[in-house]
C-alpha cells in the first residue's frame, strides 16, 4: 500500500471511530489537569510563606512552574519533599490512566482496521464509512482490561527511559557548563547545548514511536513485552520505509498544526487587551484550545490506524514471523 492511501486509511479508521478521539482527549486532559494541582498548590504556599509572586510562579508551561517553584522551595526542604511527592503521587495515576485508556483504543482500531474493507480506495459514502466503525462501549472497555497490564509494565519502562533520558541531558549540561571557562567558550557551549535539547527532543520522539509499535505488537499478538520487541524488530526492518514516509508526514502536519495554533492564540492574546472585546475572548480560548486537542489527538490516532494497517498486513504477508520470534526466545 503506498502511502498516500494508507495515511488516507489510518485518517477514516480514526474518524469512523471518533468516540475514542474524544476519550483520549479527555484522558490526556484529565493527566494535565492532575499534573498542575499540585503545582497551583505549592505556587499559593510560595506566595504566603515565602512572599513569592503568585502571577510570576503560575505563568509558563508546566515544565517550567514546577521548576521555579522547586527553586523557590530549595530552602524549605519538608516542603519541597511533599510537593515532589504530591506531584509524583498525580503524576504516577495520571500515566495509569492513560496507559488503560490506550488499551481500548487500540483494541477499536485493531478491530475496525481488521472489518473494513479496501476504504482507501473506494468513494467515500455513509455505508463505507460505517464499515470501519467498530466502536462500543464494551469493545472499549475490554480492551482497557485485556492489555491493562502488559501496558502499565510497557508504561513504566518508557518511563524509565523517559528519566534516564532526561537525566543524562541535565547532567551533560551541567558538568560541561561547569567545566567549561571563559566568556567565548560559554557562548559556544550555549549553542551546543541548543543542540543538546533539539537532539533529546528528536530521541524522545523516535521512543515514542517505538513505543507505540509495541502497544500494536502487545494488542494483535498477545505477545509478552521481551517477544513484543523482537516482533517489533522485525516489523521495522520490514516495513521502514513506510513507517519512515508515515512518521515525518504526521510529524510535519503536527508541527504545522502547532504553529498555526500558536498564531491563532497570539492573534487572540492581543484581542484580549481590548476593552469589553475582550470578555468575548475567553470563550474563544477555550474553543481554540479543545479544538487544538482534538486536532492532535485525532493526527495521533491517524498515524496509529496507518501502524496497525501495516502491522496486520505484515503479519498476512509473513504468518510465520510471531512463531519465530517465540521460538527464539
Not at 512572599?51 to 509558563?60: E, I, M, R, S, V
Not at 513506510?242 to 487572540?268: C, D, N
Request: hydrophobic share 60%; aromatic share 10%; net charge neutral.
Amino acid at each position: 500500500m503506498d502511502l498516500k492511501h494508507l495515511l488516507k486509511r489510518g485518517a477514516l479508521l480514526a474518524a469512523a471511530n471518533w468516540p475514542i478521539v474524544a476519550i483520549q482527549f479527555v484522558a490526556e486532559t484529565t493527566f494535565q489537569v492532575l499534573l498542575v494541582v499540585p503545582i497551583i498548590g505549592a505556587a499559593i504556599l510560595v506566595a504566603v510563606l515565602l512572599g513569592g509572586n503568585l502571577a510570576d510562579l503560575l505563568h509558563g508551561s508546566p515544565r517550567e512552574m514546577f521548576t521555579r517553584i522547586a527553586s523557590a522551595l530549595l530552602s524549605e526542604p519538608v516542603a519541597l519533599s511533599a510537593f515532589v511527592a504530591a506531584f509524583g503521587l498525580d503524576l504516577l495515576g495520571g500515566s495509569v490512566l492513560t496507559f488503560a485508556v490506550k488499551g481500548g483504543t487500540v483494541e477499536v482500531l485493531v478491530a475496525a482496521n481488521a472489518s473494513a474493507g479496501p476504504i482507501e480506495r473506494e468513494p467515500l459514502t455513509f455505508e463505507t464509512f460505517r464499515s470501519a466503525s467498530r466502536f462500543t462501549l464494551d469493545r472499549f472497555t475490554a480492551g482497557c482490561a485485556r492489555l491493562f497490564r502488559p501496558y502499565l509494565a510497557l508504561g513504566f519502562v518508557l518511563m524509565i527511559v523517559y528519566a534516564l533520558s532526561v537525566g543524562g541531558y541535565l547532567a551533560f549540561v551541567v558538568y560541561g557548563y561547569r567545566a567549561i571557562e571563559g566568556r567565548a567558550f560559554i557562548i559556544g557551549w550555549t549553542f551546543i547545548a541548543a543542540l543538546a535539547a533539539a537532539g533529546l527532543v528528536a530521541w524522545i520522539t523516535i521512543v515514542n514511536t517505538v513505543y507505540l509499535l509495541l502497544q500494536i505488537a502487545i494488542a494483535l499478538e498477545g505477545l509478552g513485552l521481551a517477544d513484543a520487541c523482537r516482533a517489533a524488530g522485525r516489523f521495522i526492518r520490514a516495513e521502514f520505509r513506510e513507517l519512515t514516509g508515515v512518521f515525518l508526514v504526521v510529524l510535519a502536519l503536527v508541527v504545522a498544526a502547532t504553529l498555526a495554533s500558536a498564531l491563532a492564540w497570539s492573534g487572540l492574546g492581543l484581542i484580549a487587551f481590548v476593552p469589553l472585546v475582550g470578555l468575548a475572548v475567553f470563550p474563544l480560548q477555550l474553543a481554540a484550545l479543545l479544538l487544538r486537542g482534538l486536532i492532535f489527538e485525532y493526527l495521533g490516532l491517524t498515524a496509529l490506524g496507518a501502524y496497525v494497517t501495516l502491522y496486520q498486513g505484515h503479519v498476512a504477508r509473513d504468518p510465520k514471523a510471531v512463531a519465530e520470534v517465540l521460538a527464539t526466545a
